[in-house]
């Protein structure tokens, strides 16, 4: 995956700023709780919510389960109607497919709708390199670029600045893309809004090349679809010579019909909108109208890595709705930031684990930043078991295992750091196998409960930094128990 | 009715009053209970930090111990959901890694008849009045394991409506996690704390004496987060107050 995220410190570090951030959690907070009391109304609305879920879930099962299928079906159909389509093994390929395409065309700027998928292949570092300039045209992705800032949120990636930060951003960095800020801008929303339109606008009436994602893509008829508010993507998607779109392999379905139950769930998952404003389809080229040039880089990336994981797989069902971001108590309080990728909060923690292996410190930590509390798989449109995965993930993570790694499998270690926890653990199994061996240990620990600290050394010293700890009671359960039996023959 | 109790090796340790108040009030409900002593501890630890073939022997010494009886009852909501849900996942999981069908069948005669107290006394006793006497504001936490995993709903809040002398204040922001999640407390202490320190606000906004739970874990982290930020507040387990009656009155 990209390298702007590499050497990330393990979570926990990368958190405790965050946490320590009160404008930050303030902002998050805010933000998340909106946003999640509205979803939950437009859920409440549907009455088949329960089996449009399902239904979601199955058809990207299916999908995933014949994808090879599919994707050539799809390559069929998109040649057929114009486009071209290149395959992209990891990032560096697509990185390059993509830099040709936009030096054949001679421009050295290109247009971008908010696409995943070249955040995570770091496209535009890549152009970058290459003399090209890649200007984001998402209204918040706009302004994480100009911020010199990164995402930090799937649908919303400034959602961890407020309005005069991005007044701020807006009147102290326009002025180097294009066209500046108005003279004594403010920060109401539709001051900031206007700013932001003129300045894009005169971008998308000049470029010739146009990059976006796709939210889908239909096998069937070789058509790509991005849902989105603004309308900026359609700009992008319309305005251009040349369009590259740039799509993970799994944003595939294999039917029109299919997109029925999407683009039901999507909306009200993401920003709590029966519909949204724009749904933009496209299928190779048309005369006269639109892109005269259509090129579809396919991602893998690590994807198919991930599919050969039994229970890991069911994270690439994910449609990047976000929801599970807005209810998780961890990502409002650590902020996206922390989870060092550009997929952050409860699905950031399954999916950037597998996409890149867990190597590095941040990758090894990412699957235990949750409590398990659920709130992720209760309200994610796919069903994506995400508790599930983490602690399937955490497994990988302290016995090693077999995975699949470039398509060839190989057997991972387990990750340093564990072999305390790992002891810890072993010894716990050891006395809960052995009740007397526990029972032991509970009268050691009452008859010398005057002496236990209230503080923690070690691991434990987190703890008790900030909370009290439980006094150990005069008498374990058991031995009131056996002392009484239950209060039948006993002292009650 | 003969029922075993699953007390759970943290209640058992740290928190025996949730035990007795267990008995006091199955026994006082017409429940014969027994409390087999070989029992210690479902594997939860283990298997949610990653160690599930350390959880494995757990989960068998379990079903050896519990697999005879008729019903067993737990106060604990996230050892009940250990039972419930990852049982059978941990027997799912042997078999897909080509280890047959053994550990399946010895766990699954215990999954369906595990019950949490309040489920246990809701859905097989029948009963919502348990005749308890509890002269306090209290304000209820669900549990994320009781809320989502074993679907716990209303029945605690039923419960605690019918309790002589009760007042049940709403708690904002039931819902949200209070931020223990086992391990994750250590492993993530900062985002664990700040979790927990709003639950506790928003448990003191309520204006309540006692904030109640049924599960003990969450409640040593929420009560020691109460203690710390002295808010005067109390945790207490449902248990305590199911079981305590005018004549012998929790404290
Ligand atoms: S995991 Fe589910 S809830 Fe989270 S972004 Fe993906 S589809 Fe949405």
């Known amino acids: 995956m990209s390298g702007t995220y590499l050497g990330m410190p393990a979570f926990p570090e990368a958190a405790r700023e965050a946490v320590g951030n009160a404008t930050l959690r303030g902002n998050l907070r805010h933000a998340t709780h909106t946003i999640r009391a509205k979803r939950a109304t437009a859920v409440s609305e549907v009455s088949d919510w329960a089996e449009l879920r399902e239904a979601g879930k199955r058809i990207k099962d299916h999908t995933l389960r014949h994808l090879d299928r599919y994707l050539v079906q799809l390559e069929e159909a998109v040649t057929a109607a114009g486009g071209v389509v290149h395959w992209a093994a ?126 889908f893509m239909v096998a069937e008829t070789g058509t790509l679809v991005v849902v989105e508010s603004e309308g900026n993507g359609r700009m992008c998607l319309t305005l251009p010579e040349t369009l590259i779109s740039v799509v993970g392999i799994e944003k595939i379905v294999p039917a029109w019909q299919d997109l029925e139950v999407f683009l039901q769930t999507l909306p009200r998952s993401s920003t709590a909108e029966r ?164 029972r032991g240990g509970q009268r050691a620990a009452s008859r010398t409960r005057r002496f236990h600290p209230r503080t923690l050394p070690g691991p434990g010293r987190a703890w008790s930094g900030t909370r009290e700890l439980p006094p150990v009671p005069a008498e374990p359960f058991r031995d009131w128990w056996q002392r009484t039996r239950g209060g039948k023959d006993g002292d009650r | 009715m003969r029922v075993a109790l699953f007390l759970t090796c943290v209640n058992d340790t740290l928190y025996p009053d949730t035990g007795r108040a267990a008995v006091k009030l199955l026994t006082r409900l017409g429940v014969d209970v027994d409390f087999p002593m070989a029992q210690t501890c479902c594997g939860q630890a283990h298997y949610n930090t990653g160690y599930r073939h350390e959880a494995e022997p757990l989960a068998r010494h379990f079903s050896d111990v519990f697999g005879e009886y008729e019903a067993i009852v737990t106060p604990s909501g996230s050892c009940g959901a250990m039972v419930r849900e990852l049982y059978p996942r941990m027997g799912e999981r042997a078999r897909a890694e080509g280890r047959g069908d ?58 605690l409506r019918a309790v002589k002398g009760l007042e049940l204040v709403e708690l904002p922001g039931a819902d949200e996690c209070c931020g223990f999640g086992g391990t994750f407390a250590l492993k993530n202490s900062d985002v664990s704390a700040a979790m927990g320190a709003d639950k506790v606000r928003n448990a003191e906004s309520t204006g309540a004496e006692v904030l109640c739970a049924a599960d003990n874990s969450c409640l040593m982290h929420i009560g020691g987060t109460m203690a710390r930020l002295r808010t005067g507040m109390r945790p207490v387990h449902i248990a305590e107050i199911l079981a305590s009656t005018e004549e012998e009155p929790a404290v």
């Open chain 1, 90 to 215: 990891d990032a560096a390929e697509a990185n390059e497919i993509v830099t040709q395409l936009v030096k054949m065309t001679g421009e050295s700027e290109v247009v971008k709708v908010k696409s995943m998928a070249t955040q995570e292949i770091g496209l535009n570092e890549a152009l970058e390199a290459e003399g090209i300039h890649a200007y984001e045209t998402d209204l918040a992705e706009l302004i994480v670029q100009l911020g010199k800032d990164r995402p930090s949120h799937i649908l919303v990636p400034a959602i961890h600045r407020n309005r005069g930060e991005i007044r701020d951003i807006f009147a102290r960095e326009m002025s180097e893309w294009g066209r500046p800020a108005p003279e004594g801008l403010t920060d109401t929303p539709a001051e900031l809004a206007e700013a932001a339109r003129l300045h894009l606008r005169e971008k998308f009436l000049r470029a010739k090349v146009g990059i976006s994602g796709a939210n």
């Open chain 1, 275 to 438: 519909m949204n404003p724009y749904t933009s389809t496209w299928t190779g080229t048309t005369d006269e109208d639109g892109p005269q040039n259509f090129h579809l880089v396919l991602l893998d990336n690590g994807r198919t890595d991930t599919l050969a994981d039994e229970v890991g797989r069911q994270a690439l069902r994910c449609i990047r709705c976000s929801a599970c971001l807005n209810v998780c108590p961890v990502y409002e309080r650590a902020g996206g930031h922390a989870y060092g990728s550009v997929y952050p909060g409860p699905i950031g923690a399954i999916l950037s684990p597998q996409l890149r292996g867990t190597g590095s410190e941040i990758d090894a930590s990412l699957p235990y930043a949750s409590s398990l509390c659920g709130a992720c798989y209760e309200v994610c449109p796919v069903a994506i078991d995400i508790p599930e995965v983490l602690v399937h993930l955490r497994e990988r993570v302290v016995q090693g295992g077999e995975v699949t790694r470039e398509g060839n499998k190989v057997v991972l270690r387990p990750a340093k750091g564990h072999a305390a926890e790992r002891a810890a653990m072993r010894a716990a199994r050891w006395a809960f196998t052995h009740p007397g061996v526990l």
């Open chain 2, 102 to 159: 053994t550990l399946a069948a010895t766990l699954a005669p215990v999954v369906p008849k595990t019950y949490e107290l309040t489920e246990f006394l809701v859905d097989v006793l029948g009963v919502t009045d348990v005749g308890a006497y509890y002269p306090h504001t209290v304000t209820y936490h669900p549990t994320c394991h009781g809320l989502r995993g074993l679907g716990l709903g209303e029945r605690p809040r039923r419960l």
